[in-house]
């Protein structure tokens, strides 16, 4: 295939870019995710995940008192494991 054909096939497939840009201003809302790769999978029982709670000093009021957050250190890595159940 031609240098010629391969810029035509390229301009065929992004004409219609400019409609999709104008579509997307009707967007309400967009929801994103990812995903992170994992070099070990732990598997842990409530009973180690309250130990470790106690060991760092998270009370049952924290661990219900979740909001929105990011893990900056164990105290949230808990948070993260007692919300997603």
Same mark, same amino acid.
């Given at each position: 295939? @031609?240098?010629?054909? *391969? %810029?035509? +096939?390229? %301009? ?12 997307? %201003?009707?967007?309400?809302?967009? /929801?994103?995710?990812?995903? @992170?790769?994992?070099? /070990?999978?732990? %598997?842990? &029982?409530?009973?180690?995940? /309250?130990? *470790?709670? *106690?060991?760092?000093?998270? &009370?049952? +009021?924290?661990?219900?008192? +979740?909001?929105? &957050? ?7 890595? +808990?948070?993260? *494991?007692?919300?997603?159940?």
């Amino acid at each position: 295939m @031609s240098n010629t054909e *391969l %810029k035509q +096939i390229w %301009k065929d497939n992004y004409r219609v870019v400019p409609n999709a840009m104008a579509d997307m %201003k009707k967007v309400a809302a967009v /929801a994103t995710a990812f995903n @992170s790769n994992i070099d /070990a999978v732990i %598997k842990l &029982s409530g009973e180690q995940i /309250a130990k *470790l709670a *106690l060991d760092i000093g998270i &009370s049952w +009021i924290h661990l219900h008192r +979740i909001g929105r &957050s990011k893990i900056h250190g164990p105290r949230d890595f +808990i948070k993260a *494991l007692v919300r997603c159940f």
